[in-house]
């Protein structure tokens, strides 16, 4: 399985509360930079997860304007800010089990993002997400590797 797990874009910070932050121009701009990346290195995908969070609704639906539609889409409150590493590895890994999905999109945030890096490939120190930024895992079995970390500065030609 492949795991793309990423960040949401750039987001403004006038909102009543952090559920309801905006994205920016330049978060639209950099989502649909790394949208376009993901159709180059990535046909489709069966699987994908989004945070109930405004800024990541918002990056998604700037990244499915470049991809076919997945065959599941899911919203899930376990991949919000302040949520759980480890539930959230678990829940996301029993989505693409029940799911059959060999390629699987996760958008969400910091600082739960480098958490779940951790969480899936050991070893490793939570890295730091740019906004926009996408990070590979591939999964084999219960074994788990990093890929790649890709952020927009990154695929801009």
Request: hydrophobic share 45%; proline share 6%.
């Amino acid at each position: 399985m492949q795991l793309f797990l990423m960040r949401h874009g750039e987001s403004s910070f006038d909102a009543p509360s952090d559920r309801e932050r905006k994205l920016t121009e330049i978060g639209r701009v950099h989502s649909g930079y790394m949208a376009n990346w993901l159709v180059k290195n990535n046909s489709y995908f069966d699987l994908v997860i989004v945070s109930p969070y405004l800024r990541a609704q918002q990056t998604w639906q700037e990244v499915s304007k470049h991809l076919p539609e997945p065959r599941k889409f899911v919203v899930l409150d376990d991949v919000t800010p302040s949520g759980d590493a480890k539930r959230a590895v678990d829940v996301v890994l029993a989505y693409a089990d029940q799911f059959k999905a060999d390629k699987v999109l996760v958008i969400a945030h910091m600082p739960i993002l480098g958490f779940m890096v951790s969480e899936l490939v050991a070893g490793i120190e939570p890295p730091l997400f740019a906004t926009s930024a996408i990070a590979q895992i591939d999964k084999h079995m219960e074994q788990c590797s990093f890929v790649a970390m890709t952020a927009p500065h990154q695929v801009v030609s």
